[in-house]
């Protein structure tokens, strides 16, 4: 079971929230639907349990004796005091007993919602809603009206359109009926309401009291951060504009004779055509002042204080609208593909030469590999006629890579650097390039190689993304190996040996005049291995310790005295003759803590608890039952051998 702090929390209620439930479940029942046995049924219990709480029904009733009597008039004001005053409910019901049978699920929702103290204001509204307040939910009906089901559905739609327009509130769809994603969509799209305000549920789902309380708690808690993305769009579309004018007036402003002199002098050396340079200057020119215009806007501000310190619950898949504008974002459209730079001449030698640029991407299907151009952007510019890039025999740098479907986990062992995300034919995946088979192809064969077997030139990524591809790669084929530098050698010549008396505590055997143990000092880490004096010394003091537990053995004590002699044994029995276990290091423990010596493997069971310490005492703690405390004194020297 996942343990889901939202989840299994206790509903709270969701303070000051303001509600609206639009449903035509709350329209004025009509007199079709009053059954003659529920109104003979509402009057024997007015007979009966007729009090001063029913004035209000008697002021409207008073003048009816018969069915025939009621009119719609006293039909909607005996609904609404149904709707408004909770005591009165009960006699009411007798008489709308088909509707409120009808419409069960919704009224549930309503009692539920205005039986929380938490609830600022809970109120209802039927087919012809007016939705004249602020409200911070409203839960809308899909079908709002009892004839045609199209118009119904489009009179909910205008409802929602019109709810949205006023004052941005959160619209959660709702129907008894099965609703398809497709139609779900669809009716938000027409509505024109976005997705971060805007939610469908079934009403057997709200019906249910906890259910309807925690979606109401996770729509309180993101209520702000759902409006500020809301906000985001209106200051998008209107920064837009915007910079659409801006730049189409610097666009207007242009001489001819400023892009000209501009090729003439400068891209003309280096091969940049002019439209490309054009369309890239509008693109970045344009995206600068975007960010302008929306960086520091309120909503963008009050999506950088959202911590998300915990998830809240969602109940469908989460879109792919954030991956496909990532998508997008990393990667350039190359527009023209395979075809030679325009200012070739077509009896030119060069003239089937493509035009190549650092960052391209070649590419064919999933199942074949992909190519990055590793090249210097300086390398590949073309600039015929200028003597530069001409070069038929230059050497193409490819650095190969492999779709990995995204549904793949990601293994560590394959390393290198990885693109995520690229799109091909639809199918999402992430790139793994491979270093250790760079190729390189020379200019005059590189569309035969590639052309001709259906490779694709269509997207380049962005100089950003193939650096950081670029920079790794570089950093793996430089990389130097040196020779390893010998460890520094200390030694620890301070040791004390206690042993796991029958009341778990440490007692003390003797103290160590030798060296104890080797350390090494590596570039990244410390470790040690007892010396063998050190291992025989342990092995004899076992002994002892079972000599001394077996002389004091009593009845009081007999159950852990056993278990304790036997653990020793089994630790004397592992520590000689064989002293195998000295090939492997063991991590030196942080001042103050403990680690288990030798070191737990497959085929090593640690002896011996190894503290960082100048002295134990008190509980026992660490592994096994033998305990050497240590002090770390490095030698001044290596030592002879």
């Not at 004052?167 to 398809?180: E, K, N, Q, Y």
């Not at 789902?205 to 906000?231: E, G, M, P």
């Not at 200390?490 to 040996?497: M, Q």
């Not at 079972?546 to 002389?551: F, N, P, S, T, V």
């Amino acid at each position: 079971m996942i343990d889901d702090p939202i989840m299994n929390a206790a509903p709270t209620s969701s303070d000051g929230m303001r509600i609206l439930l639009v449903d035509d479940g709350f329209d004025a029942p009509v007199l079709s639907e009053i059954e003659s046995t529920d109104f003979d049924q509402f009057i024997a219990e007015r007979n009966i349990n007729h009090g001063a709480d029913e004035d209000e029904i008697q002021a409207i009733v008073a003048d009816v004796e018969s069915i025939e009597d009621l009119d719609v008039s006293k039909l909607e004001s005996l609904w609404q005091l149904r709707l408004g005053n909770p005591l009165l409910r009960p006699q009411l019901d007798a008489l709308f007993a088909t509707r409120v049978k009808s419409c069960a699920a919704v009224i549930s929702i309503y009692n539920t919602l205005a039986a929380e103290d938490g609830v600022e204001k809970v109120e209802t509204d039927g087919t012809n809603c007016k939705y004249n307040e602020q409200y911070d939910l409203v839960f809308l009906d899909y079908r709002l009206g009892t004839g045609d089901k199209n118009e119904a559905i489009r009179n909910a739609m205008n409802i929602a359109q019109r709810i949205h327009a006023t004052t941005g509130a959160m619209v959660i769809l709702m129907s008894s009926t099965d609703v398809s994603v497709r139609e779900v969509t669809d009716f938000r799209l027409n509505a024109n309401l976005h997705q971060s305000l805007f939610d469908f549920i079934e009403k057997s789902t709200l019906s249910d009291r906890n259910k309807l309380l925690n979606r109401l708690q996770a729509f309180k808690d993101t209520l702000r951060s759902r409006k500020a993305i809301h906000d985001l769009v209106g200051t998008i579309n209107g920064s837009m504009t915007s910079v659409a004018e801006k730049v189409t007036t610097a666009i207007k402003a242009l001489r001819y004779e400023d892009v000209t002199y501009l090729h003439y002098t400068t891209l003309r050396a280096d091969g940049e055509t002019l439209g490309d340079y054009l369309a890239w200057l509008v693109t970045n020119y344009s995206a600068h002042q975007l960010l302008a215009g929306i960086g520091g806007c309120e909503p963008i501000t009050q999506l950088n204080e959202v911590r998300t310190q915990r998830l809240v619950p969602f109940y469908r898949q989460p879109s792919d609208a954030i991956a496909e504008m990532y998508r997008d974002a990393i990667t350039e459209i190359i527009q023209r593909g395979w075809q030679q730079h325009p200012h070739v001449d077509v009896n030119s030698e060069i003239q089937s030469l493509p035009r190549l640029q650092f960052g391209d991407l070649l590419y064919k299907s999933e199942g074949d590999p992909v190519y990055l151009i590793l090249n210097a952007a300086c390398d590949l510019a073309m600039a015929p006629g200028q003597n530069r890039g001409e070069d038929p025999e230059l050497s193409i740098l490819l650095l190969p890579g492999f779709f990995v479907s995204l549904d793949t986990p990601w293994d560590k062992e394959w390393g290198g650097a990885r693109t995520e995300l690229f799109e091909i034919d639809g199918s999402p995946n992430r790139i793994r390039w491979d270093y250790s088979k760079v190729e390189s192809v020379s200019f005059k064969h590189i569309r035969k190689r590639f052309e001709s077997n259906g490779f694709r030139h269509e997207r380049r990524l962005t100089q950003a993304y193939a650096i950081e591809i670029q920079q790794s790669f570089s950093k793996h084929l430089t990389r130097v190996g040196q020779q390893n530098a010998p460890p520094k050698l200390g030694g620890i010549t301070r040791a004390k040996l206690f042993f796991k008396s029958e009341d778990k505590k440490f007692e003390f055997l003797e103290e160590f005049s030798e060296v104890a143990a080797c350390v090494y000092h590596h570039k990244d880490k410390t470790t040690f291995t007892l010396t063998g004096v050190c291992v025989e010394w342990v092995y004899e003091l076992v002994s002892r310790a079972i000599g001394l537990i077996e002389r004091r053995y009593d009845t009081n004590t007999a159950r852990e005295a056993t278990k304790r002699i036997e653990e020793l044994r089994a630790v004397k029995k592992g520590l000689l003759p064989d002293c195998g276990f000295q090939i492997g290091h063991t991590k030196m423990p942080q001042n103050g803590k403990s680690v288990a010596w030798p070191a737990k493997t497959k085929e090593v069971v640690p002896l011996l608890s190894v503290h960082n310490a100048a002295e134990l005492s008190g509980s026992w703690k660490g592994e096994g039952v033998v305990a050497i405390s240590i002090c770390m004194e490095p030698n001044k020297s290596q030592g002879d051998e």
